[in-house]
């Protein structure tokens, strides 16, 4: 008997599923027959390479596609560095949207540049954390960081020193656990973390409007895929068609701070609660063990808040838990009558009982000090420093400007602190000497801080308008800009277009240089030129803006104040024009030793120069030391046999060597 199409058709649809038994009796047909069948049509094997092409098509798709979506620049860039002029380095001003897809005007980093090649003498130093680390409200300069930038620099004057500040505002431990394999590529001397306050609210937490979800796993799962222009376009078409459907169409206004909580209250020992604890701790171990692999030095700070002058935001009914703001008011009455170690400890109760979590809870801090035993790395008490520092022991108003960014004051002790410990651990330059002694190096450093009154008028709006809006305030109850913000003086004006209207805080500097250069205001224009050339000194024309103008003082015969002028811009950065004025100015007030000195660079920095020769052969000869004055006169005249004055001079020094 030979079986039917129907019969075959069936056998070779069960012969998987079934056995020959089985199959002979659905179909009614003798065993032997079916064996025979089977053993006569052998199942045919997929091919190998079936398997292969089957699984390499949709690899080979997304390859292209990335591919092409990189050719075609498709999208913001997301690499973490960016090359401003060659030979330099910086965080890329677009690397937050990383993190941020919903929020416009991405925070951005105070800008810190640094060699693409790290120098032999270098000693760099990055700073990770959030708007504390980035120095808020005093942005660009007044961050920890640039107190330390500018010890070491007092320091170590013979060491290239480069400290990198890539703090961002309303970020978290997700970023810092991001940037750290980029940055430990640039390698760094040293790491200084100051992160922990945004858990909760910063982008990526389990209270922000910019989320994920609650699993670690899958936000750095999605962080690491956020490199690829794939990622990007997926995300951009998700956006686009949540617009689309959405029947919201307001967005959210208001400051960065008030934008970000989409969860507004998580309640103290919530899931919530517990989830940003755990997501800082298993950040932070991410981030602490690629240090030690790399045996790259780190250094943690505590955190630190606004406790005695800072009430709770939001006060709650929580089962056994006390209202947050009852417990603030005992803490006070606690403080009234003396009893400061009580007041302490109920201030930072009402703060973790705060169902905002704008400052991090005490948990936090007992992580990072946990830390310092489990890794042994070095833990920076900043929380002890600032109490330390403040009446009765109990921080408050005095260093601190809001909640939790600390003042001008708080930043500099801030950075003190972890420059003690920097010393201690011997994480500084190893081949250069300190230049002056250690007692005197934090007074000198802060006298010589580059900071001016519209900063710190700058930093006075800002924090104006932050307590503005919620949760200072009703958002309904917020007082127009022009009426909160008083304006007095052409600096305000400035502060008040920073702050409001966008104009950049380079801008600002630069009208006010400008304003103070019309005027022939030389302290208050040098003051704003090195403030520019500090936070930029790759700018070439902040450098020729001084030159300028001394050369012009020079023209007017306003020695002294072309030579403060040239003194500044040598100080900042020397160059021929500077040390030939400077040895020039001296030489005519018969400053015979300091003319010899900067003449002498001048003529290194440019050796055709006949004027700074001649000029230095006279001085020389001032000096007495004939031998030299008469070779550097005879350089003049191989030079130009007809300079004014050489061959008279030449005469002189003749009759002087054959004495």
């Not at 001032?622 to 005879?634: E, G, H, V």
Request: proline share 4%; hydrophobic share 40%.
């Amino acid at each position: 008997m030979t079986l039917n199409k129907k019969q075959i058709y069936f056998t070779e649809k069960k012969r998987r599923k079934f056995s020959a038994e089985e199959i002979s009796k659905k179909l009614n047909i003798p065993i032997e027959e079916i064996k025979q069948y089977l053993n006569s049509h052998p199942v045919q094997q997929t091919p190998f390479y079936f398997y292969i092409i089957l699984i390499s098509i949709p690899i080979l798709f997304f390859i292209l596609l990335e591919v092409g979506l990189r050719i075609f620049s498709y999208g913001i860039d997301l690499s973490m560095w960016v090359n401003p002029i060659n030979g330099k380095m910086m965080l890329n001003p677009d690397v937050a949207h990383r993190y941020f897809s919903t929020v416009k005007n991405v925070p951005t980093s105070i800008e810190d540049i640094f060699d693409s090649e790290k120098a032999p003498n270098a000693f760099r130093v990055f700073i990770l954390g959030e708007s504390s680390a980035a120095g808020y409200p005093y942005m660009p300069l007044g961050s920890f960081s640039r107190y330390i930038r500018k010890r070491l620099e007092i320091v170590y004057p013979n060491t290239k020193i480069e400290v990198i500040n890539l703090g961002l505002t309303a970020v978290n431990s997700y970023t810092v656990r991001d940037f750290i394999p980029g940055v430990l590529q640039q390698k760094p001397d040293l790491i200084l973390i100051y992160t922990g306050h945004n858990e909760y609210y910063g982008a990526l937490g389990v209270g922000s409007i910019e989320s994920f979800g609650t699993s670690r796993t899958f936000v750095n799962l999605v962080l690491n895929l956020n490199k690829f222009k794939t990622t990007q376009l997926l995300r951009d078409f998700i956006q686009w068609s949540e617009k689309i459907f959405s029947s919201e169409q307001t967005a959210k206004t208001g400051t960065l701070m008030s934008r970000m909580a989409k969860d507004q209250t998580i309640t103290l020992e919530s899931d919530n609660y517990k989830i940003g604890l755990e997501q800082f701790q298993d950040n932070m171990r991410d981030v602490i063990k690629m240090a030690k692999d790399a045996d790259v030095p780190i250094i943690l700070g505590t955190l630190t808040s606004n406790l005695k002058d800072q009430k709770p935001f939001i006060s709650l009914k929580i089962d056994k838990f006390p209202l947050a703001e009852n417990v603030f008011f005992e803490a006070r009455s606690a403080y009234s009558s003396g009893n400061y170690k009580r007041a302490d400890s109920l201030f930072r109760f009402a703060k973790d009982l705060d169902g905002l979590r704008f400052r991090a809870p005490e948990k936090i801090n007992q992580i990072i000090r946990r830390f310092g035993s489990e890794f042994d790395v070095p833990i920076v008490d900043v929380d002890s420093a600032f109490n330390a520092e403040s009446l009765n022991g109990i921080v408050g108003d005095n260093l601190m400007t809001d909640h939790l960014h600390p003042t001008l004051q708080g930043y500099e002790l801030m950075g003190k602190v972890f420059f003690e410990m920097m010393k201690k651990e011997n994480d500084l330059p190893k081949n250069s000497a300190a230049a002056i002694p250690y007692e005197k190096q934090d007074s000198t450093t802060i006298a010589q801080f580059p900071f001016s009154k519209m900063d710190s008028t700058i930093a006075v709006y800002r924090i104006k308008l932050l307590k503005n809006d919620w949760p200072y305030i009703d958002s309904r109850n917020k007082i127009p800009d022009s009426q909160l913000l008083d304006q007095k003086t052409f600096e305000d004006s400035l502060a008040y277009k920073c702050v409001t209207k966008g104009i950049s805080w380079i801008d600002c500097h630069q009208e006010l240089a400008d304003k103070y250069l019309r005027e022939k205001n030389v302290d208050g224009f040098l003051q704003h030129i090195e403030i520019l050339i500090y936070q930029y000194p790759i700018v070439v024309e902040y450098y020729d803006f001084i030159d300028k103008l001394g050369l012009d003082l020079i023209k007017d015969k306003e020695f002294d104040k072309a030579y403060k002028v040239f003194l500044k811009r040598y100080q900042i950065k020397p160059n021929d024009i500077s040390t030939k004025w400077l040895g020039t100015i001296d030489l005519n007030f018969s400053r015979i030793s300091a003319a010899i000195k900067y003449l002498e660079e001048s003529v290194r920095f440019n050796k055709a120069d006949t004027q700074t020769l001649y000029n230095l052969a006279g001085a020389y000869a001032l000096n007495k030391d004939y031998k030299k004055s008469f070779d550097t006169i005879t350089r003049v005249l191989n030079s130009d046999p007809n300079y004014p004055g050489a061959q008279n001079l030449m005469q002189q020094l003749r009759s002087h060597l054959e004495k």
